[in-house]
């Protein structure tokens, strides 16, 4: 029996735009930040655009998805949202960070710390690897710093505690490449060309910005 083709894919990652402190809507710079994002990937032969299922992912989304302008399907997706995607264990952790990086993951409700592996098991089969055919797919996910830092790490075959610490601004864009018979490539990470010098940063700790 042959055996099936398969073609590269090109995931493209971007964290929603800034939010109001109560999460429930965008801001104005927050929608301006999305409209930009749009703008920049309009050329892009998308298949699809996926978005988290919380208000500020849905309302980038679509915000991004007006901006393209052809009818690719906007696709809600549970796994593309928001959640912790893996607990670490004190003894993975390098002994001078364990302390600080469980008490991080230990201030989100468990309902988000126990449901989020098989989330993340989810959106590493959807939304990773080759795909079947002989011609390229794009495919653009809209999501949450968390889901984003683990697709990153996994792309770098990094441990997998190591979405720890790997951040992202709004609205920035991470692109990577599954290619048949190769490792992942990281064409870029939290790229922010798109947005103006006022709108760079937001979401991103202070401490880390440049």
């Keep these: 029996m042959t055996s099936p083709t398969a073609a590269t894919r090109f995931l493209y990652i971007a964290r929603h735009a800034e939010a109001s402190p109560d999460e429930t809507e965008l801001t104005e710079r927050g929608r ?35 901006q393209l302008g052809r009818g690719i399907p906007l696709r809600a997706s549970e ?28 201030q989100f409700p468990e309902g988000e710390r126990a ?11 959807r939304f990773t690897g080759a795909v079947d055919g002989d011609s ?37 864009l991470t692109v990577i490449r599954y290619t048949p018979g190769r490792p992942a490539a990281l064409v870029m990470v939290n790229d922010m060309g798109h947005l103006p010098a006022d709108l760079h940063w937001t979401g991103f700790p202070p401490e880390l910005r440049v």
Excluded: C, I, K
């Design 115 to 125: 449901r989020g592996p098989e989330l993340a098991a989810t959106a590493m089969s």
């Design 32 to 66: 301006r930040q999305a409209v930009l994002l749009g703008e920049r990937l309009r050329d892009v032969p998308f298949s699809a655009v996926h978005h988290g299922p919380l208000p500020r992912a849905a309302q980038t989304a679509r915000l991004v998805h007006e």
């Design 136 to 172: 390229p797919r794009h495919e653009l996910v809209v999501t949450h710093a968390f889901l984003a830092a683990w697709l990153v790490r996994d792309a770098l075959d990094a441990p997998a505690w190591r979405w720890l610490g790997l951040n992202h601004s709004n609205a920035a």
């Design 79 to 106: 796994e593309a949202g928001d959640y912790v995607p893996y607990v670490p264990r004190r003894e993975e952790l390098p002994g001078g960070s364990a302390d600080r990086l469980l008490a991080f993951v230990e």
